[in-house]
Nanobody, 120 residues
Framework: VQLVESGGGSVQPGGSLKLSCAVS????????IGWFRQAPGKGREGVAR????????YYSDSVKGRFTISQDNAKNTLDLQMTSLKPEDTAVYYC???????????????WGQGTQVTVS
């Protein structure tokens, strides 16, 4: 399974961005996939994950109510819609396969190359 992120960019505080994690070699819904971010000088933080089979997604407290994860079966992507962005959301965002399905970097593999999000 290979993952490729896209959709990053620069936005003003309060703005929105949509990131996509394109999955190849398998189908999106058959995997637990998480979105992570890493700000300069900080560790990698899990922000959201799906639940295989269409169950309820999970969000970290730092993004709950602002970020929404969704699956696009036609494009085989797992998307992260980010709204009400804050300067502290600035980071490189990655997606990764999770096993077990828990939002921790220790459970993540098949990392994508990352996409930069800058809020200023």
């Amino acid at each position: 399974v290979q993952l490729v992120e896209s959709g990053g960019g620069s936005v003003q505080p309060g703005g929105s961005l949509k990131l996509s994690c394109a999955v190849s070699g398998s189908t999106t819904g058959s995997h637990c996939i998480g979105w992570f971010r890493q700000a300069p000088g900080k560790g990698r933080e899990g922000v959201a994950r799906n639940t295989p089979g269409g169950g309820r997604p999970y969000y970290s407290d730092s993004v709950k109510g602002r970020f929404t994860i969704s699956q696009d079966n036609a494009k085989n992507t797992l998307d992260l819609q980010m709204t009400s962005l804050k300067p502290e959301d600035t980071a490189v965002y990655y997606c990764a396969v999770l096993y077990p399905c828990s939002l921790g970097a220790a459970f993540a593999s098949n990392w994508g190359q990352g996409t930069q999000v800058t809020v200023s």
